[in-house]
Nanobody, 117 residues
Framework: QLQASGGGLVQPGGSLKLSCAVSDSLFSINTMDWYRQAPGKQRELVAGITSGGSTNYADSVKDRFTISKDNAKNTVYLQMNSLKPEDTAVYYC?????????????WGQGTLVTVSS
């Protein structure tokens, strides 16, 4: 149900914008988070956004990353600026989706971000 995209190779100081789209229009986004997992490390929460638009960020990405959503496109974005080598990881979106009175948890497939010169 979630299609993550936008990863790639970028030089330190560069920018990337990740997208996570809900593929089935029957679902709407309640909350969505971006996580990342670097090689040999545990998966960590990077940023999150609620249905009301409230956002939260890990300290390591505050003032560099911005999470946003487009309700019309049923898509959440993660704008990543001033990227550092330590941002290198596979980035996953996780969402609580609503369909009527039901809620469902989904993970996206992951998109690789590599920050290297």
């Amino acid at each position: 149900q979630l299609q993550a995209s936008g990863g790639g190779l970028v030089q330190p100081g560069g920018s990337l914008k990740l997208s996570c789209a809900v593929s089935d229009s029957l679902f709407s986004i309640n909350t969505m988070d971006w996580y990342r997992q670097a090689p040999g490390k545990q998966r960590e929460l990077v940023a999150g956004i609620t249905s009301g638009g409230s956002t939260n960020y890990a300290d390591s990405v505050k003032d560099r990353f911005t999470i946003s959503k487009d309700n019309a496109k049923n898509t959440v974005y993660l704008q990543m600026n001033s990227l550092k080598p330590e941002d290198t990881a596979v980035y996953y979106c996780f969402a609580v989706l609503e369909a009527g009175t039901y809620e469902y948890d989904y993970w996206g497939q992951g998109t690789l971000v590599t920050v290297s010169s």
